[in-house]
T-cell receptor
Framework: GAVVSQHPSWVICKSGTSVKIECRSL??????MFWYRQFPKQSLMLMAT?????????EQGVEKDKFLINHASLTLSTLTVTSAHPEDSSFYIC????????????FGQGTRLTVV | GQNIDQPTEMTATEGAIVQINCTYQ??????LFWYQQHAGEAPTFLSY????GLEEKGRFSSFLSRSKGYSYLLLKELQMKDSASYLC???????????FGAGTRLAVHP
């Protein structure tokens, strides 16, 4: 299967700072990438859909000014958590698909964010 | 909007068979995925159904009924390593947008 690399795997930051998470498709071009958030013992909640070269589409209830998404190329999307607070501590995970034909989504390994 | 319903938890015995059900209501249905997720790890792909019927892949099979908004994942010859969460994810709209259900936590006991 295709490889999606997410970096960093874990990060601890101070409250009020910003954190950037990268999601890269290593061996394919991903027109669309997705960002999810997962709290302990809960399912993945879709935050936004990231399309290369255009603005991300955010799900209802997700603050676009707080969670900045940039999809600058066909292999890289970034999620920046701005002015992080302890309640932003969560598991953030990205996924990418090869095309828009309902094929398998490949997931990054996830980023464990802890805000202290 | 979407509504996805799965049992929260299930337990089973090693070597047995377990069926995990999923009912869904979505707009613009384009297929349904099942993923497995171990705690703290990324989900891994198990199966994809777009037409009605059963898809078999080794110890795992998945069934879909579009008219009933129903799918199930069947796991045979259970192994301890199958203890994980199983996520039902219908595709909604375009761009392969996966919306996950709450997931079913399966515990396999000796």
């Amino acid at each position: 299967g295709a490889v999606v690399s997410q970096h960093p795997s874990w990060v601890i930051c101070k409250s009020g700072t910003s954190v950037k998470i990268e999601c890269r498709s290593l061996d394919f071009q991903a027109t669309t990438m997705f960002w999810y958030r997962q709290f302990p013992k809960q399912s993945l909640m879709l935050m936004a859909t990231s399309n290369e070269g255009s603005k991300a589409t955010y799900e209802q209830g997700v603050e676009k000014d707080k969670f900045l998404i940039n999809h600058a190329s066909l292999t890289l999307s970034t999620l920046t958590v701005t002015s992080a607070h302890p309640e932003d501590s969560s598991f953030y995970i990205c996924s990418a698909t090869r095309d828009n034909l309902n094929t398998e989504a490949f997931f990054g390994q996830g980023t464990r964010l802890t805000v202290v | 909007g979407q509504n996805i319903d799965q049992p929260t938890e299930m337990t089973a015995t090693e070597g047995a068979i377990v069926q995990i059900n999923c009912t869904y209501q979505t707009s613009g249905f384009n297929g349904l995925f099942w993923y497995q997720q171990h705690a703290g790890e990324a989900p891994t792909f198990l199966s994809y159904n777009v037409l009605d019927g059963l898809e078999e892949k080794g110890r795992f099979s998945s069934f879909l009924s579009r008219s009933k908004g129903y799918s199930y994942l069947l796991l045979k010859e259970l192994q301890m390593k199958d203890s994980a969460s199983y996520l039902c994810a219908p595709i909604s709209g375009g761009y392969n947008k996966l919306i996950f259900g709450a997931g079913t936590r399966l515990a396999v006991h000796p």
